[in-house]
């Protein structure tokens, strides 16, 4: 089953009190965030098919590599396909060691619709005023992020200056925060974090994407701008065949 399939891939444990992240950005917290609540249960009728099988095999190879460039991906597939199954299995799949080496199974699962009248500082968080003090509110992604969930951000053609928004999230695993002279503070992304974009094949109006295959699956592009055209090691061919597997690194989103 899934577990099977993904059970090499070892990820440092979450982190419920953001102990990285300074309390101005809403970090060092007093009391830890239940992030037990937010992973999700393995599904023993989860439904292991040729294309699921390869879409995990090749999520499981690039994770296994430990390279951040393959924590960010874009996950291509028609719609009911089973794209948000896959991820949601792969939280509660996915092992965690702590520092002390104790290993748990599972991390959090985070999971949002994007649309034309989406927000992203609504996902992201903004900077509020209180007591005559100005710090940075995270929102409800950077929260994940900051403390290590899979994160998955649904039909993100739908908005396309959202992916410009997140491209720092995406290509140096920092979140840019706005300050209110008008800069940037950079926010980690804990290690563990693994961030996915879904779409459907062809949505974005790109005639060069394949429509007949169940899955493509396309890792964020660095900040070289250039595509590498690198499948991690071990990855499976073509996710459901015929359109060909396009995991590679490199390049920007």
Known sequence: GQEHILDNIILPAPDPTL???????G???SQALNLAAFIPPVDPDFEINEDTEKALRTISAA???????FKAFFLFGKPGSGKNTILEQLAASVKTVDASGNVRQGIPYYEADITEDTNV??????T????????WRPGP???????????????????PKAATLLQSIMEKREIQVKTPDGGFVKVPVHAASIVAMTGNPGADRDPDRPHRVRFLLA???????????????????????????????????
């Not at 890792?219 to 073509?238: F, I, K, L, N």
């Open 128 to 135: 509020v005023i209180e007591g005559g003090s100005t710090y």
């Open 63 to 69: 994770l296994q590599t430990n390279d951040p460039a």
């Open 19 to 25: 102990a990285a992240i300074p309390p101005r950005l």
């Open 141 to 159: 992604l950077s929260i994940a992020l900051m403390s290590g969930s899979v994160c998955s951000l649904n039909e993100i053609v739908r908005r």
């Open 27 to 29: 970090g060092q917290l």
């Open 121 to 126: 500082d609504d996902l992201i968080g903004g």
């Open 219 to 253: 890792a964020a592009r660095g900040p070289t701008g250039r595509p590498e055209g690198r499948r991690p090691a071990g990855a499976p061919g073509p996710p459901g065949g015929g359109g060909g597997d396009n995991a590679r690194s490199g390049g920007s989103a």
